[in-house]
């Protein structure tokens, strides 16, 4: 079955859905989401977006946090763009409905969070993710150009390759005309065409263990591109947040903000005491990699599970006002914040890298565009600044949407793509042998490819998992394609792609932290 609209949106988050309002009003709309269409790493996103809103604060300061953050490897330009845009594109949140918290005078009420200079946090309580879902699904729903396929997933993007001709990375007249996009529910699996495809996949928490993202962030964006021969770049550098909460049996785990450092609460060791100033003179408001970096040090020096976040001290009043997810969910533990400390461990949080994209989300092959965190735009560097995440992705979407409009009507839907041949497959024999890979991997990430990573751990990892690589490949060449396998497939690309690229790194900067090269 073929299917035909003028923009593919692959993902359903803050990237995705700002991209389909706007391209909506230039031609047909459809957006893929793997599971219902709220789902997203969007929806998990606590503490905020930023942007500069007043004195004292400024766009130089702004601009200057972000590139200390990323350790000087950003794009300067690309930060500049970010950043100079964010007031633009937020109130392009509000007017779709968006709720940011404000004080008693009617003013934003903005947060302050680690590596940050100024308050410049715009936030609906400690949900701000699905608040903005929430407002751009409502517009969504009411334009006639949008078709939402939610419970479908893409295999892969269709290029030339489909077509019976050879690309290589090397090459430059590659293109998409679409995907292969399976409906989980009738296992049919559609051909999608489309003019232009926006990847909006978000990012790969789901190669570890410990995550706070969701079941769906699985890399598959950044794979199914990597595989297109698009470029690919700073995979190296994976965000650990610092403080997940620290509940054993639960999965993905619940991140407890870093906001709440902002709002004053402290880091501690199990015998109470402040220990990040030994660190970092910022002390709990270090910007994130080194505070993860430093509570990993610590737990190993006490050999201990999990450090203490210290909100005792705080107008818990004004605490339960702020983060009433937060306070509910620690609760519900038998964890009161007003007299405990909150046990939190870092856990995979944000890809940096991913997707190479240029000014206008357009990445290495034609026709393909990919914004928010499946995207690498330069913005973050060797280190993503807290809450620039949902602002880079709503300046992206707004670029891309400018770019792909510009052309739309030159552009045509390909023709002689063929089915997807599921010839000579069939369902396979036991799903545990794919569950058990899945876990192989995150296993292998987790041990080896960490916060902290050595020649030695890098080597072993490649080689434990060149051998799932060879197990699962074969798997997928003779099994019809789940979702579970997919993912899998999907998951090993992404730990291959990360171990690449932090070998080829011989230094310890950013997020990439080696024993090897330690300063």
Known sequence: MNTQF??????GGIAGLSFALKAAEKGTVGIITKDNAKESNTSYAQGGIAGVWNEPDSIDKHIADTLDAGAGLNNKTIVEIVVREA?????????????????????????????HSDNRILHHKDITG??????????????????????????????????????????????TYGAYVPNKKTKEINTVLAKNVIMATGGAGLAYKVTTNPLIATGDGIAMAYRAKAEVRDMEFVQFHPTSLHNPGSFPSFLVSEAVRGFGAVLKDQDGKEFMNKYDERGSLAPRDIVAR?????????????????????????????????????????????????????AAHYTCGGIVVDEHGQSSIKGLYAIGECACTGLHGANRLASNSLLEAIVFSHRAFLKASEIISEETIAVNVPQWDASGTEAPEEMVLITQSQR????????????????????????RLEILY?????????????????????????AYLIIKFASNRKESIGLHYSLDYSK
């Not at 019809?480 to 690309?493: A, D, V, Y």
């Open 294 to 346: 430093s509570i990993d040090a610590e737990m190993k020096i006490h050999g201990v599970d999990f450090m203490y976040l210290d909100c005792t001290n705080l107008n818990m009043k004004k605490f339960k006002a702020h983060f009433p997810n937060i306070y509910t969910k620690c609760k519900s533990l038998g964890i009161d914040p007003a007299f405990d400390f909150i046990p939190v461990v870092p």
């Open 470 to 494: 060879r197990e699962v490949e074969e798997l997928y060449e003779k099994t019809t394609p789940s979702q579970k396998l997919c993912e899998t497939r999907n998951l090993i690309n992404i």
């Open 87 to 115: 007031k633009n594109r937020i109130n392009e949140l509000i007017e779709w409905g968006t709720e940011f918290d404000k004080n008693a005078s009617g003013a934003y009420d903005l947060a302050k969070e680690g590596g």
């Open 6 to 11: 003028d923009f593919l949106v692959i993902g």
């Open 130 to 175: 699905k608040e903005i879902i929430r407002a751009l699904f409502s517009a969504i729903q009411k334009h006639p150009n949008i078709k939402i396929l939610q419970h479908h997933f893409a295999i892969d993007i269709i290029t030339q390759h489909h077509l019976g001709i050879k690309i290589t990375r090397k090459d430059s007249g590659d293109e």
């Open 440 to 463: 192989e991997v995150q296993g292998i990430m987790s041990s080896y490819v960490g916060i902290v990573r050595s020649d030695l751990r890098l080597k072993r990892a490649i080689e």
